[in-house]
Nanobody, 118 residues
Framework: QVQVVESGGGLVQPGASLRLSCAASGSIFRTIVMGWYRQAPGKQRELVATITSGGRTNYADSVKGRFTISRGNAKNTTYLQMNSLKPEDTAVYYC????????????WGQGTQVTVSS
């Protein structure tokens, strides 16, 4: 079994920064991709950023230049550094890990709330 746990959400003012953390643990043979999606009230879940095991990154156009995804020193961890936050970034942020464990599967975290408001 694989567990994915996020942390780091909170309430911040517009223009502030926040860093989300995500760790996947359990019977992981190899991690393929880790990433973040978000879902705002009344909207569909949307991709925010992804990072492959080789370090290749991908970002939604709405966060390019403001958000940075990275891998942690600890195995199967990833971070999302969010700068210049806007009210429209308010959402529940979900981390996911696509892994071989032993079958190829995607595991999701429980989500962490990010609220940007003055």
């Amino acid at each position: 079994q694989v567990q994915v746990v996020e942390s780091g959400g909170g309430l911040v003012q517009p223009g502030a920064s926040l860093r989300l953390s995500c760790a996947a643990s359990g019977s992981i043979f190899r991690t393929i991709v880790m990433g973040w999606y978000r879902q705002a009230p009344g909207k569909q879940r949307e991709l925010v950023a992804t990072i492959t095991s080789g370090g290749r990154t991908n970002y939604a156009d709405s966060v390019k230049g403001r958000f940075t995804i990275s891998r942690g020193n600890a195995k199967n961890t990833t971070y999302l550094q969010m700068n210049s936050l806007k009210p429209e970034d308010t959402a529940v942020y979900y981390c996911y890990a696509e892994v071989w464990s032993p079958a190829r599967y995607v595991y999701w975290g429980q989500g962490t709330q990010v609220t940007v408001s003055s």
